[in-house]
């Protein structure tokens, strides 16, 4: 799965960049070739004065469904990324499982 990670008001350190890989690896790995490029935009909404205002959102290209996006907000980048990354993987499951449930009630019903 190709990672793009873009950061805006701040900078992306190579420690930052390995968490968000692994955080994505670790949640979405399972999903494996069923997920397309991974987009993360990491922002400092309030520029240096502090507070929870460290933003994660991350866009998942699954394939072939579409897009999944999941936001998070938080103190520091990282705990942003890891909320973020949380939501993902819950959205992602349930897209996939929405989508296995209603191959199965058309075949279900073609069998009738």
């Given at each position: 799965?190709?990672l793009?990670?873009t950061?805006?008001?701040?900078?992306?350190?190579?420690?930052?960049?390995?968490?968000?890989?692994?955080?994505?690896?670790?949640?979405?790995?399972?999903?494996g070739?069923?997920?397309g490029?991974?987009?993360?935009?990491?922002?400092?909404?309030?520029?240096?004065?502090?507070?929870?205002?460290?933003?994660?959102?991350?866009?998942?290209?699954?394939?072939?469904?579409?897009?999944?996006?999941?936001?998070?907000?938080?103190?520091?980048?990282?705990?942003?990324?890891?909320?973020?990354?949380?939501?993902?993987?819950?959205?992602?499951?349930n897209?996939?499982?929405?989508?296995?449930?209603?191959?199965?009630?058309a075949?279900?019903?073609?069998?009738?």
């Amino acid at each position: 799965m190709p990672l793009e990670v873009t950061v805006r008001n701040g900078k992306l350190t190579k420690e930052l960049k390995s968490h968000v890989e692994r955080r994505l690896a670790f949640a979405l790995g399972r999903f494996g070739e069923r997920i397309g490029r991974i987009s993360v935009c990491l922002e400092d909404l309030n520029g240096p004065k502090g507070g929870v205002d460290q933003h994660c959102r991350i866009e998942a290209n699954l394939i072939p469904s579409g897009i999944v996006m999941a936001e998070a907000t938080d103190v520091q980048p990282a705990l942003a990324v890891n909320r973020a990354t949380e939501k993902l993987a819950r959205r992602v499951r349930n897209e996939f499982d929405r989508k296995r449930t209603t191959r199965k009630r058309a075949a279900t019903s073609e069998s009738l």
